[in-house]
């Protein structure tokens, strides 16, 4: 069977963090949503993807995945913003049939007729979607995909899939742990090869477990709490404290204090300050002395602004959503909620809730970011870290201008 994994209408939901990229490669505990299908396949099952036509082209380079050609054979469809558990089956008696998850489309088993004539045009369509699988049955399959709707959902869910992907981890200590460490519940950590542990450090996975990644350097006094990931070469600066349900990709620099927060990868937060229930994309740098609020004073719902119009969260603690290439002035405080969008620049004393991206924020004036400036400082931080952009990626780049000025207001 071919396994499709398809972007739906929702994708707007999780702007800014997916202007660039599909919507399951969406970092959530120590992999991506598209792992997990990867990994949760069976036998001899292929895999694509449907996805906006803007980043297919980026798509196919980065996942090495055919990307929007429909096949006419017998196909499982999974929703892109699925956190897939296992993979929903059934019969061999069942030709084609809808996986609802709360009411939302997850996934559509379509036979090789069906499975021909879906395009990403029609998955990207609400109404187009819905016309198309009118009829069939449908079951409910809540215990194989959970749909994440915003980016809080994926901060929320980060804590559990943590303890879920430490079941496929094996602790031990392929690394270096210096003299005056202190390893907590050490059967549930694992220290990757070429990892340091630098002395006075406490690891603590008590609460739940710990991976620290292939790589990674944890400078002196820092004190690292379970559940939590850190991906390879990512470097946490002395004093650090990285509090329960965090996951932070590879190559970034951390410091301050971090707590249940995502990192997609290749971000600075290095100095002093705090980061509370958030999801920083790619690329992004946070100057010294910067922190966020992630609880009200009045302990009530947060309202985040998503694409510029706010949303009640639901939610008693929601911290900042900043997209890729973006950065944050030192000293500044980031609103209960805020979010920044891609490729932005934020200076002075406080952040607005929202910030458009391609914008240039000073407490004197907001401004437009020229897209061919932008592009420039963009490739020189990815050079300090050995990366380049490839063709695809600097059109698509280019391109998101134009995409935020329509989906943003």
């Known amino acids: 069977m071919n396994i499709t994994i398809y972007e ?14 599909p919507v399951c490669d969406l970092l959530l505990g120590q992999e991506s949503l598209r792992a997990r299908v990867q990994r949760v396949m069976r036998g001899e099952a292929t895999l694509a993807l449907h996805t906006r036509k803007e980043i297919a082209h980026a798509a196919a380079l980065h996942t090495g995945l055919m990307v929007n050609e429909s096949i006419p054979v017998k196909s499982l469809f999974i929703n892109g913003r699925a956190l897939c558990r296992e993979m929903p089956v059934s019969g061999e008696e069942d030709s084609s049939w809808v996986g609802l998850c709360k009411g939302q489309i997850a996934c559509i088993q379509a ?11 029609d998955f990207l369509d609400e109404e187009k979607l819905n016309a198309a699988v009118a009829g069939l049955p449908t079951r409910e399959i809540g215990d194989c995909l959970q749909l994440l709707d915003y980016p809080w959902d994926f901060v929320l869910s980060n804590e559990d899939a943590l303890m879920e992907d430490w079941k496929r981890t094996s602790p031990g200590n392929q690394g270096q ?3 005056g460490c202190h390893l907590l519940n050490e059967s549930s950590i694992h220290i990757g090869l070429g990892a340091r542990i630098m002395p006075q450090s406490v690891i603590d996975a008590e609460a739940g477990p710990v991976v620290i990644s292939a790589g990674v350097t944890v400078m002196p006094q820092s004190y690292i709490q379970g559940p939590c990931f850190v991906g390879e070469k990512t470097l946490i600066q002395p004093g650090a404290v990285i509090g329960g349900g965090t996951s932070i990709g590879p190559v970034c620099k951390v410091g301050g204090e971090i707590e249940g927060t995502i990192l997609q990868g290749y971000s600075n937060k290095q100095h002093h300050g705090t980061l509370g229930h958030c999801y ?22 947060v309202r985040s602004p998503i694409n510029g119009k706010e949303v009640d969260t639901g939610q008693t603690f929601v911290g900042a959503v900043i997209g890729d290439h973006s950065k944050v002035g030192v000293n500044c405080a980031i609103p209960t909620g805020a979010v920044i969008g891609f490729c932005s620049n934020v200076v002075g004393p406080q952040s607005p809730k929202f910030v458009p991206s391609f914008t240039w924020h000073t407490p004197d004036n907001a401004v437009p970011y020229e897209a061919e400036k932008a592009l420039a400082v963009a490739e020189k931080v990815m050079a300090r870290r050995d990366r380049s952009m490839k063709k695809a990626d600097k059109s698509l780049f280019m391109e998101v201008p134009r995409m935020a000025g329509e989906l943003e207001g």
Do not use: F, M
């Open 111 to 121: 036979e090789a007729s069906l499975a021909g004539q879906l395009t990403s045009d």
């Open 280 to 301: 920083i994309g790619e690329w992004v740098n946070i100057g010294a002395g910067c922190s966020n609020s992630d609880l009200k004073n009045t302990y009530g719902n």
């Open 8 to 21: 739906d209408s929702g994708w707007k939901r999780l702007l800014p963090l997916v202007y660039t990229r």
């Open 177 to 179: 742990v210096d003299g």
